[in-house]
T-cell receptor, first 115, second 115 residues
Framework: AQSVTQLGSHVSVSEGALVLLRCNYSSSVPPYLFWYVQYPNQGLQLLLK??????LVKGINGFEAEFKKSETSFHLTKPSAHMSDAAEYFCAVILPNTGFQKLVFGTGTRLLVSP | GAVVSQHPSRVICKSGTSVKIECRSLDFQATTMFWYRQFPKQSLMLMAT?????????EQGVEKDKFLINHASLTLSTLTVTSAHPEDSSFYICSATIQSTDTQYFGPGTRLTVL
């Protein structure tokens, strides 16, 4: 079975500081991995995705994530936090052999950015 | 591109009534649409997967007679919550994919409140 774990339900940073949101997956087959952002009372917006190409993936809004098979991780980073980055972030996986179906989400991490 | 809309954005109804939520792909044909449910401060849980012209596939524990899904065209899927009760109050989010791609595009969500 596939699952995804996000460590830390809340992460607090100061504006301008490094953002690091953690995501680990459990799968014997490297899955497709995604990071989505959700602003209050809104749907999800795709930040970036990994689909077995380059292990360092750059996304929108200055975010990037690195797929590390040895650590089964796909942590999300941003060098300098902005107030507008405050939101809920979800890591998600799809196993390639499910026909690109069944996106399984982690429990989410709320990013708080203080001035 | 790849915009998904939902209507209504908010709905309040009385217990025992039925509510229909629409999900539309505005600028692409969606071969597959997904319906998720999100409780406050929790992650998204997949309810069902619908393919145009065929019956929806429901996840374990989701009552198909209570949550009726219709995917009549490549741009429209509807979720009808029948005989709604207060415990059905939640945030319902749809997503859509383009054929043979792995990325789901999410709608803005519909907040259902059952009194």
């Amino acid at each position: 079975a596939q699952s995804v774990t996000q460590l830390g339900s809340h992460v607090s940073v100061s504006e301008g500081a490094l953002v690091l949101l953690r995501c680990n997956y459990s799968s014997s087959v490297p899955p497709y991995l995604f990071w989505y952002v959700q602003y209050p009372n809104q749907g999800l917006q795709l930040l970036l995705k990994y689909t077995s190409a380059a292990t360092l993936v750059k996304g929108i809004n200055g975010f990037e994530a690195e797929f590390k098979k040895s650590e089964t991780s796909f942590h999300l980073t941003k060098p300098s936090a902005h107030m507008s980055d405050a939101a809920e972030y979800f890591c998600a996986v799809i196993l390639p052999n499910t026909g690109f179906q069944k996106l399984v989400f982690g429990t989410g991490t709320r990013l708080l950015v203080s001035p | 591109g790849a915009v998904v809309s939902q209507h209504p954005s908010r709905v309040i109804c009385k217990s025992g009534t039925s509510v229909k939520i629409e999900c539309r792909s505005l600028d692409f044909q969606a071969t597959t649409m997904f319906w998720y449910r999100q409780f406050p401060k929790q992650s998204l849980m997949l309810m069902a997967t619908s393919n145009e012209g065929s019956k929806a596939t429901y996840e374990q524990g989701v009552e198909k007679d209570k949550f009726l899904i219709n995917h009549a065209s490549l741009t429209l899927s509807t979720l009808t919550v029948t005989s709604a009760h207060p415990e059905d109050s939640s945030f319902y989010i749809c997503s859509a994919t383009i054929q043979s791609t792995d990325t789901q595009y999410f709608g803005p969500g519909t907040r259902l409140t059952v009194l």
